[in-house]
């Protein structure tokens, strides 16, 4: 099981950018796929980006697609996310996520039942 702790949130204006991160340890594996979600209040939670850890395939959803870039530091075992261009339909919590990879198609890990270990979320807030 791997242990997540993202940072890097806060309150920001529309336009501003923030960049995340999660910082991993206990049992982890190079052939990972890492995830970031979000949730807004009353909303399910909902898929942002996610990249293999080995090789950087990565996927984004289409509301931020162009805006954010997920990337990793594989000697740091961290994962960031860099949001630029910030609008208020961006406020949320922020969770990270982590999976073994299966050898399974990219769309897999769009969804939130496909991964084993989260962190506790951290708060972006992007005022109009």
């Known amino acids: 099981q791997v242990q997540l702790v993202e940072s890097g949130g806060g309150l920001v204006q529309a336009g501003d950018s923030l960049r995340l991160s999660c910082a991993a340890s206990?049992?982890?594996?190079?052939?990972?796929?890492m995830g970031w979600f979000r949730q807004a209040p009353g909303n399910e939670r909902e898929f942002v980006a996610t990249i293999r850890w080995a090789v950087s395939s990565t996927r984004y959803a289409d509301s931020v697609k162009g805006r954010f870039t997920i990337s990793r530091d594989n000697a740091k075992n961290t994962v960031y996310l860099q949001m630029n261009s910030l609008k208020p339909e961006d406020t949320a919590v922020y969770y990270c996520?982590?999976?073994?990879?299966?050898?399974?198609?990219?769309?897999?890990?769009?969804?939130?039942?496909?991964?084993?270990?989260w962190g506790q979320g951290t708060q972006v807030t992007v005022s109009s």
């Open positions: 996520a982590a999976a073994k990879f299966r050898g399974v198609d990219v769309l897999y890990y769009t969804r939130t039942n496909s991964y084993d270990s």
């Open positions: 206990g049992r982890t594996s190079s052939n990972y796929a």
